[in-house]
């Protein structure tokens, strides 16, 4: 099956703790975006990467980091600097930037800090 | 900077009729615009992509219009049934790299 998968599905952590939300992607997408969904809210863009060992900061970075080593994967560290981490965080992949292409996105993770 | 609006939070409708979202923007000229749907807990669903060249595309019982002169997409529900009950987000283009969402309508459709 292609798809995108992330994981865990819930995360429970301490205030303070570094962690890491994984996206793997099995479409032979070039482009990969990580967002962040609040109650009521709209998805806001975090970062996303156009190719490998490319990546953007998106409207909120701040207190998140991205990598982006191999094609497939794309996972995204919610540090101890980002103020108010508790959030359902969402993967999406596409077909390539610069190109009306949907977006494919994972099930998404249901970051909760404790 | 870009704003993208979804002027109506909530929108609940009998089943059998048409269904009416609309989707503003300002400060921004797309080159396109998509709809996604979105169940709780889950991540969207794209639905539709109109470009700025047209003014109307369908699929199915959707419909999804483009006006850039106003600013505004409509999307159009047909024949709503209860399975249609879910939030419906709009997302403009940011000059091929990323998109920009809106906060979406959560539409219900009773029977």
């Known amino acids: 099956d292609g798809g995108i998968t992330q994981s865990p599905k819930y995360l429970f952590r301490k205030e303070g703790q570094n962690v890491t939300l994984s996206c793997e992607q099995n479409?032979?997408?070039?482009?990969m975006y990580w967002y962040r969904q609040d109650p009521g809210q709209g998805l806001r863009l975090i970062y996303y990467?156009?190719?490998?060992?490319?990546?953007q900061k998106g409207d909120i970075a701040e207190g998140y980091s991205v990598s982006r080593e191999k094609k497939e994967s794309f996972p995204l560290t919610v540090t101890s600097a980002q103020k108010n981490p508790t959030a359902f965080y969402l993967c999406?992949?596409?077909?390539?930037?610069?190109?009306?292409?949907?977006?494919?996105f994972g099930p998404g993770t249901r970051l909760t800090v404790l | 900077s870009q704003k993208i609006e979804q002027n109506s939070e909530a929108l609940n409708i009998q089943e059998g009729k048409t269904a009416t979202l609309t989707c503003n923007y300002t400060?921004?000229?797309?080159?396109?615009l998509q709809w996604y749907r979105q169940d709780p807990g889950r991540g969207p669903v794209f639905l539709l992509l109109?470009?700025?060249?047209?003014k109307e595309k369908r699929k199915e019982r959707l419909k999804v219009t483009f006006d850039t002169t106003l600013k505004q997409s409509l999307f159009h529900i047909t024949a709503s049934q209860p399975a249609d009950s879910a939030t419906y987000l709009c997302?403009?283009?940011?000059?091929?790299?990323?998109?920009?969402f809106g906060k979406g309508t959560t539409l219900s459709v009773s029977s």
């Open positions: 999406a992949s596409s077909m390539g930037a610069g190109t009306p292409n949907e977006q494919f």
């Open positions: 479409l032979n997408h070039d482009a």
């Open positions: 990467s156009q190719i490998v060992n490319d990546f």
């Open positions: 400060n921004y000229s797309p080159a396109y």
């Open positions: 109109i470009r700025e060249n047209e």
């Open positions: 997302a403009l283009d940011r000059a091929g790299t990323a998109l920009i």
